[in-house]
């Protein structure tokens, strides 16, 4: 069973940054691959941001349409923790965002795809 917890989330006004980090405890890390989701009131969950597995090829990353650019997901293995840092916010980004670990490396675009969830970070940009 693997717990995530998120952090780093908060008011920012458009333009600005955000880092948003997730703990992830009780599995082992690198077996994990790990996403961001956001969810807006109102509007179904959406896909934001995943990380593989790591590879001894590399680490691979995917992003949606509205993320590519701006946001970049990234993991830290050592400490357990995935980031995700936002630039150049938009008030469209406000949302719940939450994290996700599958023991998959696909279907990482989708909700399905993921089996633990962390309990959400409220993200807010004003403009």
């Known amino acids: 069973q693997v717990q995530l917890v998120e952090s780093g989330g908060g008011l920012v006004q458009a333009g600005g940054s955000l880092r948003l980090s997730c703990a992830a405890s009780g599995g082992t890390f690198s077996s994990y691959a790990l996403g961001w989701f956001r969810q807006a009131p109102g509007k179904e969950r959406e896909f934001v941001a995943a990380v593989a597995r790591p590879r001894w090829s590399g680490t691979f990353t995917y992003y949606s349409d509205s993320a590519k650019g701006r946001f970049t997901i990234s993991r830290d293995n050592a400490k357990n923790t995935v980031y995700l840092q936002m630039n150049s916010l938009k008030p469209e980004d406000t949302a719940v965002y939450f994290c996700?670990?599958?023991?998959?490396?696909?279907?990482?675009?989708?909700?399905?795809?993921?089996?633990?969830w962390g309990q959400g970070t409220q993200v807010t940009v004003s403009s």
């Open positions: 996700a670990a599958s023991p998959r490396d696909y279907d990482l675009g989708s909700l399905n795809g993921y089996d633990y």
